[in-house]
Every structure is written in structure tokens, then in C-alpha cells.
């Protein structure tokens, strides 16, 4: 089945430094989100992007999708302490007529950014 | 404008016994999903509700899960007989349409997490 993992599971860098996640999957997808949650709590959506578009910005995010290797990575610059969180990639079906709403997640990288 | 709203936060259940977790969804927003969460894993899919109408139960278990989403009120996701392997974060997302394939966006609430003990 199909299925996002995340690389690395655990990432600790400094206070203004990048980090970088990476995302892979098996099969063809309609589209490809990364979430974020913080321990404990709920899943907050960062950014969707489709199969059709290979690049895609939002504020210090910066999200890359390869199909043809079928991956995709996470960039997050000038990190601050709030970006400590589990970062999650997920995919779904290409969209056949029915609904896409069946998100397959990864277990997510860990990031902890230092002060 | 409230989110998707969850309760209870923390559920503690003997074996045995009968878990329901709630889950109100956004305003404007009439489809709803459960997902669970296994400690140190990602969600997993369960089922998807319409009011009144279960749409894709294909990720829930068999035996002893049901979920509703009725006309009024909230959706319940119900566990009778609770084994230590429901201990989980069981999290419930709605969207405002069928496939939400404008935004591609769940929303999702704050988990109920339920240890059985």
C-alpha cells in the first residue's frame, strides 16, 4: 500500500538554522501535504502541494515535490524554538471520480530546534 | 469561528469497558473523518461520515468500532470492549465538501487520547 515516510525520524539543530525533511512514497499520488503537530496535540496543515507543480512557498516553508522519484521535501528557514514539532508528510489517491479524502501519513521527523 | 472541536481530551477505560469519543465539526463543515494514532506512529485512516450516512468505514476494525455522525449533534466514534490495543490518539478531521479538492485541507481537532488500562 501506499505510504509516506519521512526522513529523518529525529532532527535537532540550532535557533536560525534551515531544516530540511524529506518525504517518500510508493505510489502515483493527486496531491502531497506536510502537517505539523505539536506534542500532544492535534495536526495543524501547512501546505498541499499538487502533482502537477514541482515547487511551492509559503512564508519560511518551502515545499519541493519530485514524482518522478517520488518524493518530496520540507524546508523550514530561520527555524525558531516554536518550529519544534513533529513534521508529517501525506498522501492521497489521484482522484478517480470519488472523494480523496483517505490521507495516508508517515510517522513523521521530530524536529527540535535549540535556542 | 471554533474548530473542530473533540471530546473528551483524555479517556481512562478498564478492559472491557465501552469508550465514545466525541467530534464536532467546523462550522459549515458536514464531512468528518477519524484517524488514530498509535504511539509513535502516523495516522491512520478509519472511516468517513456524511450525516447520517457512513461513506468509507474500510479503516475501522470489524469488531467492536462503530462510528455516527447523526443529523443533530456530534459525531461519536464508539469502542466497546476495550483491549490495551486501543490506547491511542483517536483524532477527527472534518472538510466543508465531498473530496476537498480545492483546498486538499483536513481540519483537524485535538485528539482524544484513551489509555486502556
Known amino acids: 500500500s501506499q505510504q509516506g515516510e519521512e526522513d529523518p525520524q529525529a532532527l535537532s539543530i540550532q535557533e536560525g538554522e534551515n531544516a530540511t525533511m524529506n518525504c517518500s512514497y510508493k505510489?502515483?499520488?493527486?496531491?502531497l501535504q506536510w502537517y505539523r503537530q505539536n506534542s500532544g496535540r492535534g495536526l495543524v496543515h501547512l501546505i498541499l502541494?499538487?502533482?502537477?507543480?514541482r515547487e511551492k512557498h509559503s512564508g519560511r516553508l518551502r515545499v519541493t515535490l519530485d514524482t518522478s522519484k517520488k518524493s518530496s521535501s520540507l524546508l523550514i528557514t530561520a527555524s525558531r524554538a516554536a518550529d519544534t514539532a513533529s513534521y508529517f508528510c501525506?498522501?492521497?489517491?489521484?482522484?478517480?471520480?470519488?472523494?480523496?479524502?483517505?490521507?495516508?501519513f508517515g510517522k513523521g521527523t521530530l524536529l527540535t530546534v535549540n535556542p | 469561528n471554533a474548530g473542530v472541536m473533540q471530546n473528551p481530551r483524555h479517556l481512562v477505560r478498564r478492559r472491557g469497558q465501552e469508550a465514545r469519543l466525541r467530534c464536532s465539526p467546523m462550522?459549515?463543515?458536514?464531512?468528518v473523518y477519524w484517524y488514530r494514532q498509535l504511539p509513535e506512529e502516523g495516522l491512520k485512516f478509519m472511516v468517513y461520515?456524511?450525516?447520517?450516512?457512513?461513506?468509507?468505514e474500510s479503516g475501522m476494525p470489524k469488531e467492536r468500532f462503530s462510528a455516527e455522525f447523526p443529523k443533530e449533534g456530534p459525531s461519536i466514534l464508539r469502542i466497546q470492549q476495550v483491549v490495551r490495543g486501543d490506547s491511542a490518539a483517536y483524532f477527527c478531521?472534518?472538510?466543508?465538501?465531498?473530496?476537498?479538492?480545492?483546498?486538499?485541507?483536513?481540519?483537524f481537532g485535538e485528539g482524544s487520547r484513551l489509555t486502556v488500562l
Open positions: 478531521a472534518s472538510s466543508p465538501g465531498t473530496a476537498p479538492v480545492n483546498t486538499g485541507e483536513l481540519f
Open positions: 505510489t502515483s499520488i493527486n496531491n
Open positions: 502541494i499538487r502533482s502537477n507543480e
Open positions: 501525506a498522501t492521497d489517491l489521484p482522484y478517480s471520480g470519488g472523494s480523496n479524502y483517505k490521507l495516508t
Open positions: 462550522k459549515g463543515h458536514s464531512h
Open positions: 461520515l456524511q450525516k447520517e450516512n457512513i461513506i468509507d
